[in-house]
């Protein structure tokens, strides 16, 4: 059996280093080209938390899919106040941000689903977000 590796020790950036100038918009697809590679290496809490700074990040009028979950007319059958299905659609995110229970189990669907929320706020996908669409919707029956 192979010995692991150690973990690669801290360097830091190589000084000195020039800022980042964002847009928001750009800032968000970092944030979730990030995600996609931490959901690739199995992160789903790292995941999960850069694809929702991001979702937060962009407003966007008209459809995305956090609206499309939101206003589901299921959803109304099974929760009487749209609060309580919003805290149900963001628990993990949440839980991540703000504490709370002691632990909490992060699925690979938790992730993933948040990474294509903060996608469908998007105007233009990067060539990894267009990578991850594709991955998704092959194996959305497989969550």
Known sequence: MRKPKPPRRFRGPRLPADPVNLTLTEAASRQ???????LE???FDV????AGAAEGMIKRDG??????LRDNPRAKKRFAEKKDW???LNRERD???HGGAAEMQIECFD?????????SKLEIWTATIEDFRTWFMANLDSF
């Open 32 to 38: 979730i080209d990030a995600a996609i590679g931490a």
């Open 47 to 50: 995941a999960l938390t850069l």
């Open 111 to 119: 992730a993933a689903m948040m990474i294509a929320r903060a996608a």
């Open 41 to 43: 290496r199995g992160k």
């Open 86 to 88: 919003i805290a149900q």
């Open 95 to 97: 839980w991540l941000k």
């Open 63 to 68: 459809y995305h899919l956090l609206a499309g």
